[in-house]
């Protein structure tokens, strides 16, 4: 489940009661049409085109792993393609430096195998070559797959996609993050940062209980930290005025469908050449449930929970207590401000 999913989840169930009640709800929604993700132009079939040399980032760790690397070769040789290159994420490098080495390899088209994480470590590197992304998603997330439109329940059908389907470029947010210790910070992100709670809650789901039982751990986090003080903020959006709120999470957004068919932008796409701050206030578990029930309904509520701000670029300042940040589910730190910006364009990627 990907961080506002998480963080919608934790408030909702410790609002409404249980799962049952959010899935019902959501699964009457899905029949509401939602904005698409990214501009749709009519599509030829999939066929293989001319060969091009293939690299594919893994992480060995993820359950069937092994299964689609299998899909790849054999869809390489079918098309009369190479043999991939592969290259193994590890812990003290989770693509980065995959990246590099695929593309010193020469290849063309470069495969990100695995969760969020291993998405957005393939994207911020190939972002601003000519190189093409392909996306094989194997997390329990899948956001920028989601976003994509892509088969992510089916490994195989997006291994299609990923060789032989067609490439769309999209924008990425780049973050520059000023530390608590001092540091500066420098990331890119495919669908969404936060700052506040939805981070939170990500640090403090415990590792045992995810295993067992998956998403719903972080249901048991957000209860522990639903009700707390929310904290000073300054918010500048391109060349406006500051604002000010207390607020108990900042959230960067390059789009918003989430899971459940739930979307927690207002507009956004992925190649708009903008991006969205989407500032949640919520005080009480009475503002939890307008917060919760507004984002599912996509109706506008009478409690001033959520707001919306639209632009280029976006500047927050956490005035008196630093916040831990995250992107794309990965832990950036405690931050005391950062600087959001769209980079239009600066990704090729695979879509059907």
């Excluded at 079918?78 to 490098?93: M, N």
């Excluded at 990965?330 to 059907?352: C, I, K, W």
């Amino acid at each position: 489940m990907t961080r506002p999913s998480r963080l919608l989840a934790a408030a909702g169930l410790a609002v409404f009661g249980g799962a049952a009640a959010a899935s019902i709800t959501a699964a009457w929604l899905r029949s509401s049409p939602l904005p698409p993700a990214i501009a749709a132009p009519d599509r030829p079939p999939l066929t293989p085109g001319p060969p091009r040399r293939v690299g594919v980032v893994v992480n060995p760790a993820k359950h069937g792993a092994r299964e689609a690397l299998d899909a790849v070769r054999s869809s390489l040789r079918r098309a009369g393609w190479e043999k991939p290159r592969v290259y193994e994420t590890t812990v003290e490098d989770p693509g980065a430096g995959q990246v590099s080495a695929a593309l010193a390899d020469g290849c063309e088209l470069v495969l990100a195998m695995g969760g969020d994480g291993t998405v957005r470590q393939v994207a911020a590197e190939l972002a601003g070559t000519e190189k093409t992304l392909g996306i094989v998603p194997l997390g329990t997330g899948n956001l920028l797959a989601r976003n994509l439109e892509l088969p992510f329940t089916d490994p195989a059908g997006c291994v299609q996609i990923a060789l032989h389907g067609h490439p769309h470029r999209i924008d990425l947010i780049g973050i520059r993050a000023e530390l608590a210790e001092g540091e500066a910070v420098r990331q890119r992100f495919t669908v969404m940062g936060g700052a506040g709670f939805d981070a939170q809650i990500m640090t403090d789901t415990r590792d045992r209980l995810k295993a067992r039982i998956g998403w719903i751990a972080y249901v048991e986090a957000g209860m522990r930290n639903l009700v707390a003080r929310r904290h000073s903020v300054s918010i500048t959006v391109d060349d406006a005025a500051p604002v000010h709120r207390k607020t108990r999470s900042v959230i960067v957004a390059n789009t918003g469908d989430l899971t459940a068919g739930i979307r927690l932008a207002e507009a956004s796409r992925l190649d708009d050449a903008r991006l969205e701050t989407i500032v949640l206030t919520p005080r009480s578990l009475l503002d939890w449930a307008a917060l919760t029930w507004q984002v599912i309904s996509r109706r506008r509520g009478l409690l001033p929970v959520i707001e919306h701000l639209h632009g280029r670029r976006v500047h927050v300042d956490f005035l008196h207590h630093p916040q831990p940040m995250e992107v794309d589910g990965d832990y950036v730190g405690e931050v005391r401000a950062f600087t959001a910006e769209v980079q239009p364009g600066v990704l090729r990627v695979q879509t059907a």
